[in-house]
């Protein structure tokens, strides 16, 4: 039973974009470099930047983002 993606307006997708970016930075830039014991990776901050970037400059550019998340 497949559940249709609901169509997020400007503020849904900025919320979606922080959400996001906040997950690609905890857990790639700050708790796996922790575990395993690595330096400082900027890679995660990067892309997390980039993605609050586009989340609040302009939200319809992470909806594709979204539908692969979600579905």
């Not at 905890?26 to 990776?41: A, N, R």
């Not at 892309?47 to 319809?60: K, N, S, V």
Request: charged fraction near 10%.
């Amino acid at each position: 039973m497949l559940q249709e993606i609901p169509e997020l307006d400007a503020k849904g997708l900025r919320r979606f974009a922080l959400i996001f970016a906040l997950i690609i930075v905890g857990v790639f830039g700050v708790i796996i470099p922790i575990i395993s014991g690595s330096g400082f990776l900027w890679i995660p901050w990067l892309i997390g930047g980039q993605f609050i970037g586009f989340g609040l400059l302009a939200p319809p550019t992470v909806r594709a983002f979204l539908r692969a998340w979600v579905g």
